[in-house]
């Protein structure tokens, strides 16, 4: 699982609690039943698009294999804003909780495999379940803080520092991501990302 659990590197503690929730909130049967009811197991091929910019978040996603990249259209331009891989949650968080067309665009890398949710059965789930609606709340928690560090990353860190932290958190990037998109996910040119990696 977790759809619940965006972006939870920088969160390791958070991390902890909540696979510690859920652990013990499935030995359950009534609780471990009803989320795998609501879950289906889908194969993605490269190319695919999990969520296209205007359309509504209508479900959530974890991926089981494979890798995927946000972003966003600007003048005609793709701006990458995230790579996610194994065991990493994937959805627009405004358009799924406020039913808003997404601004986010969210294209399968690499043929996948991933874990379907509804956003309406997951707030179901929420409501039913304490330990749900408990695990949102740390996740949410979770993604703003690593929403501050990709803030300060974007203003404060040099070009190489951030490459370099990318790199340090998902060694993988460079063999499953274009250049392209990894210099814009940066914040910068093509040209300068070559120079820093041929360093």
């Known amino acids: 699982m ?3 659990i965006p972006y939870l590197e920088p969160m390791k503690y958070q991390e902890a609690e909540i696979v ?3 652990t013990t909130a499935f030995q359950d049967k009534t609780v471990h039943n009803a989320y795998y009811e609501a879950a289906q197991e889908k194969a993605f091929k490269k190319g695919d698009l999990l969520l296209e910019q205007g359309q509504i ?11 995927v990249r946000g972003y966003y259209l600007k003048d005609g331009r793709e701006v990458t804003t995230a790579f996610c891989f194994a065991g990493d949650p994937v959805l627009s968080l405004e358009s799924a909780t ?4 997404s601004q986010e665009t969210f294209e399968v890398l690499e043929d996948a495999v991933i874990e379907v949710v509804s956003i309406e059965k997951l707030l179901q789930l929420r409501q039913r379940f304490p330990v749900f609606e408990k695990v949102w709340t740390l996740s949410i928690e979770a993604y703003a803080i690593w929403l501050e560090e990709r803030l300060a990353s974007l203003q404060f860190a040099t070009a190489k520092e951030r490459y370099d932290q990318l790199v340090d958190r998902y060694p ?8 392209q998109h990894i210099a814009s996910y940066l914040g910068i040119t ?3 990302l070559s120079r820093i990696r041929a360093r």
């Open 2 to 4: 977790l759809h619940l």
């Open 20 to 22: 510690q929730l859920l």
């Open 57 to 67: 978040c209508r479900y959530s996603y974890e991926i089981l294999s494979g890798s």
């Open 98 to 101: 406020r039913q808003t067309p």
């Open 172 to 179: 993988e990037i460079i063999r499953k991501a274009q250049l």
């Open 190 to 192: 093509l040209e300068t």
